[in-house]
């Protein structure tokens, strides 16, 4: 089979839309969390350390206590706790918010490595969970020839997605709280100045980034894979950051710009199936979302806007 055949032939298979969702999903979560953060004006790129975080520790609790309910809330709890650090020393003492991050994505690294040994024994990855988060099966969707094939029996996290995605533009967008948060964005003195708790507002904003990373992080561990692999979540922060961006900081946008790189990553997983292929183009296929990244991210600077305060410390005179 030739390449365009593959591609063709990929293009009209059932599966690669139903792996562009599942692709897609932690990106959802995390770049929507991003947008909370930085819509209040407080820079995070420490989406990758905490989607590890999350995803590390869900699986501690899932495994520990043969409960994966119980591991979904302890990551999102674990994903809330290292954004608060960076929440705190952001908010209370206008550090270096590129470099909080950074050193937050450090943590995440150092600490689960460290971690590993005294909890599982052994490095590098865990082992399965017995029970993984469930699917939906939709009893009449699944005879739809094609749609039933891409939608029946999907993670839950694709619901939780669905209401997530919408419930937090509804909040940004039309809720007074969502004005505050793009008021502390845009102009955190004029916001102060009409009675707005800026420090508030963004702790909020940056906490609320931390429990949306994290379900990211749970859902690779406990939605998709059923284990935690050291070298989780392989980018898939810094490509949520991406899809953010690509977005302009709006959730909706998020969630298209992440079916986007979910469909580079879909197609790689098609390709590498249907075509044998030496194993340098097999790294190739693999770097295909992160060249996407680079390649979108580069066309679109200067075409999407960042909130105005975004990254600036504020303190009240």
């Known amino acids: 089979m030739s390449w365009i055949e593959a591609i063709f032939a ?37 989406l990758e350390g905490i989607m590890k975080i999350g995803a590390f520790t869900s699986i501690v609790f899932a495994i520990k206590f043969d409960n994966p ?37 450090l943590i995440a690294q150092g600490l689960v490595g460290f971690l590993m040994i005294p909890i599982f024994g052994h490095k590098g990855q ?5 029970h993984k988060l469930p699917t939906v099966e939709l009893p009449i969707i699944k005879d739809i020839p094609f749609i039933g094939a891409i939608f029946n029996d999907l993670s839950i996290f694709f619901y939780f997605a669905i209401i997530i ?17 793009r008021a502390v964005g845009e102009n955190p003195k004029a916001a102060d100045t009409l009675g707005v708790n800026v420090k508030k507002i963004r702790y909020f904003g940056v906490l609320m980034s931390g429990l949306l990373a994290g379900l990211g992080g749970v859902y690779i561990a406990l939605g998709d894979i059923g284990q935690f692999i050291e070298d989780m979540p ?14 302009n900081w709006n959730p909706i946008g998020a969630m298209w710009a992440s079916l986007l790189f979910g469909a580079a990553e879909a197609m790689n ?27 979108i991210v580069g066309g679109f600077v200067g075409k999407t806007r960042a909130p105005a305060a975004d990254g600036q410390p504020y303190e009240k005179e």
Do not use: C
């Open 126 to 130: 865990t082992n399965l969970v017995a």
């Open 10 to 46: 990929t293009l009209a298979s059932p599966l690669f839309y139903r792996l562009t969702i599942l692709s897609a999903l932690p990106l959802v979560f995390a770049a929507i969390g991003g947008v909370f953060s930085e819509k209040t004006g407080v820079t995070n790129i420490a």
């Open 234 to 247: 392989s980018g898939k922060g810094f490509i949520a950051l991406a899809a953010m961006i690509l977005g």
């Open 269 to 295: 997983i098609q390709l590498q199936s249907m075509l044998t292929l030496p194993s340098e183009m097999k790294a190739l296929l693999n770097l295909l979302p992160f060249v996407i990244t680079i390649i």
């Open 69 to 105: 309910w119980l591991g979904l809330i302890m990551g999102m709890l674990a994903g809330v706790i290292l954004a608060a650090l960076h929440a705190y020393v952001s908010i209370e003492w206008s550090a270096d918010q590129i470099v909080s991050a950074t050193a937050l994505i």
């Open 165 to 181: 995605i919408f419930a937090s533009w509804y909040l940004i967008y039309k809720t007074p709280l969502g004005l505050r948060m």
